[in-house]
């Protein structure tokens, strides 16, 4: 194997170094997710950690690498979430000061737990470039130690621990599904798989919107920036000291589209029974993408991360819903007259919907002076009751029809 920036044995080490401190998270078979994609899948819970992702591991092994003069001048790193959340955490059980630069994008959620782990939490700049300016910046003038989310070796073996746990529970693996923001973590688990079984595949997965990896590697040029669900591997410039790893090691890497991570957001909260960030769900959204690839193999998903806020989740789920045409908004217009909305509401009780939302509109200028329109938005079991509604009321005369898709207001959840 070529010199990389760290070997199995720095990872083995940083699996002495973590062991106690950083829990050792559960792989499970996955049933449900292997029925939908056609594979056997296992899902390695890195949402269990106590901050909710893999970036612990990684953390500690830093952490616990630094002198007693620099824990006492203390620490300092930027991250959009995850990695802010473990430096915190784990600064504050070892007894090191922290501060933590975060872009003034950041999940409401993700700072909110930084601060509550007792960080000093400075928002800054739109993006992480510009925090990690701010960060080092303050490094200097204040004699921090500077902690990156992933260009940092000590870092890459500390995630590299998560491959190891792997292949211990499931030699048998045939492909190795990971999220790919920097490439930290990637880098570590392909480093650690590749020297216990070198015929393992490990696949990468970007957010289509975040191609960083993918550019260099293939020498495009797509367009990389825009809002993302999965905020976790929003990464505009690859890690310099994963990327060798990558290039060499790594099998592949798959684009994934915002509609499939919201789906596999989805998946994992109600199939799998577990909650998945949009950065930690993209590995069962590279298994939709291309079924095909994983079909009848034995794959282990990296959830990488669980760190969703609830909102965002709510909305998700609804969105899969309407997506899969169990949430559905119809408009019935007619003549006004006492009881029409208590009969629509009575009929549609009788087919087997559920209301989930009325607007009840006179003053409309498409609607007659005497008329009414009435937007429902209903719950059915699926597509084809959904179709079975609208075939009924169109017999009743109310002549239904669907208005496009739109999330619940939050009122109706």
């Given at each position: 194997?070529?010199?990389?920036?760290?070997?199995?044995?720095?990872?083995?080490?940083?699996?002495?170094?973590?062991?106690?401190?950083?829990?050792?998270?559960?792989?499970?078979?996955?049933?449900?997710?292997?029925?939908?994609?056609?594979?056997k899948v296992f899902?390695?819970?890195?949402?269990?950690?106590?901050?909710?992702?893999?970036?612990?591991?990684?953390?500690?092994?830093?952490?616990?690498?630094?002198?007693?003069?620099?824990?006492?001048?203390?620490?300092?790193?930027?991250?959009?979430?995850?990695?802010?959340?473990?430096?915190?955490?784990?600064?504050?059980?070892?007894?090191?000061?922290?501060?933590?630069?975060?872009?003034?994008?950041?999940?409401?959620?993700?700072?909110?737990?930084?601060?509550?782990?007792?960080?000093?939490?400075?928002?800054?700049?739109?993006?992480?470039?510009?925090?990690?300016?701010?960060?080092?910046?303050?490094?200097?003038?204040?004699?921090?130690?500077?902690?990156?989310?992933?260009?940092?070796?000590?870092?890459?073996?500390?995630?590299?621990?998560?491959?190891?746990?792997?292949?211990?529970?499931?030699?048998?693996?045939?492909?190795?599904?990971?999220?790919?923001?920097?490439?930290?973590?990637?880098?570590?688990?392909?480093?650690?798989?590749?020297?216990?079984?070198?015929?393992?595949?490990?696949?990468?997965?970007?957010?289509?919107?975040?191609?960083?990896?993918?550019?260099?590697?293939?020498?495009?040029?797509?367009?990389?920036?825009?809002?993302?669900?999965?905020?976790?591997?929003?990464?505009?410039?690859?890690?310099?000291?994963?990327?060798?790893?990558?290039?060499?090691?790594?099998?592949?890497?798959?684009?994934?589209?915002?509609?499939?991570?919201?789906?596999?957001?989805?998946?994992?909260?109600?199939?799998?029974?577990?909650?998945?960030?949009?950065?930690?769900?993209?590995?069962?959204?590279?298994?939709?993408?291309?079924?095909?690839?994983?079909?009848?193999?034995?794959?282990?998903?990296?959830?990488?991360?669980?760190?969703?806020?609830?909102?965002?989740?709510?909305?998700?789920?609804?969105?899969?819903?309407?997506?899969?045409?169990?949430?559905?908004?119809?408009?019935?217009?007619?003549?006004?007259?006492?009881?029409?909305?208590?009969?629509?509401?009575?009929?549609?009780?009788?087919?087997?919907?559920?209301i989930l939302e009325?607007?009840?509109?006179?003053?409309?200028?498409?609607?007659?002076?005497?008329?009414?329109?009435?937007?429902?938005?209903?719950?059915?079991?699926d597509s084809a009751?959904?179709?079975?509604?609208?075939?009924?009321?169109?017999?009743?005369?109310?002549?239904?029809?669907?208005?496009?898709?739109?999330?619940?207001?939050?009122?109706?959840?």
């Amino acid at each position: 194997m070529a010199e990389y920036a760290i070997t199995i044995e720095d990872v083995k080490k940083a699996a002495t170094t973590i062991k106690g401190q950083v829990l050792r998270t559960p792989l499970v078979p996955a049933p449900r997710l292997s029925q939908i994609t056609g594979a056997k899948v296992f899902v390695k819970h890195e949402n269990m950690q106590p901050t909710g992702s893999f970036k612990e591991r990684g953390a500690v092994n830093k952490l616990q690498s630094l002198t007693a003069e620099e824990r006492k001048r203390g620490v300092i790193a930027m991250s959009a979430g995850n990695h802010a959340q473990a430096v915190a955490y784990h600064a504050r059980r070892l007894g090191i000061p922290a501060t933590i630069v975060m872009p003034e994008t950041a999940p409401l959620v993700k700072a909110e737990n930084t601060r509550a782990y007792g960080a000093n939490v400075i928002l800054y700049g739109e993006t992480l470039y510009e925090a990690a300016d701010k960060a080092r910046a303050i490094a200097a003038e204040k004699g921090l130690v500077f902690v990156h989310p992933y260009d940092d070796p000590l870092i890459m073996a500390g995630q590299g621990t998560c491959g190891l746990e792997i292949l211990e529970d499931l030699p048998d693996v045939e492909q190795i599904v990971v999220p790919i923001g920097g490439g930290g973590l990637i880098s570590g688990i392909t480093i650690a798989a590749k020297a216990l079984k070198p015929g393992v595949e490990v696949i990468g997965v970007e957010a289509a919107l975040y191609p960083s990896f993918q550019n260099v590697l293939a020498h495009e040029d797509r367009p990389i920036g825009g809002a993302t669900l999965a905020e976790g591997i929003a990464v505009k410039a690859v890690g310099q000291i994963a990327l060798p790893v990558v290039k060499d090691l790594v099998s592949e890497i798959i684009l994934v589209e915002e509609a499939l991570i919201e789906r596999a957001v989805n998946d994992y909260a109600t199939l799998q029974r577990t909650m998945a960030e949009g950065a930690g769900a993209a590995g069962l959204a590279a298994m939709l993408t291309q079924p095909d690839k994983f079909r009848g193999k034995t794959v282990c998903l990296v959830l990488s991360g669980g760190n969703i806020d609830a909102r965002i989740l709510a909305s998700v789920m609804v969105r899969e819903l309407e997506r899969d045409n169990r949430i559905v908004s119809l408009r019935i217009t007619s003549q006004d007259r006492p009881g029409l909305l208590g009969s629509v509401a009575s009929r549609l009780g009788q087919l087997g919907a559920n209301i989930l939302e009325v607007s009840h509109g006179r003053l409309f200028l498409d609607v007659p002076a005497k008329g009414v329109s009435i937007d429902i938005t209903i719950e059915t079991r699926d597509s084809a009751h959904t179709s079975e509604i609208f075939e009924a009321l169109a017999k009743d005369g109310l002549e239904p029809k669907r208005v496009g898709q739109q999330c619940l207001s939050e009122r109706a959840y």
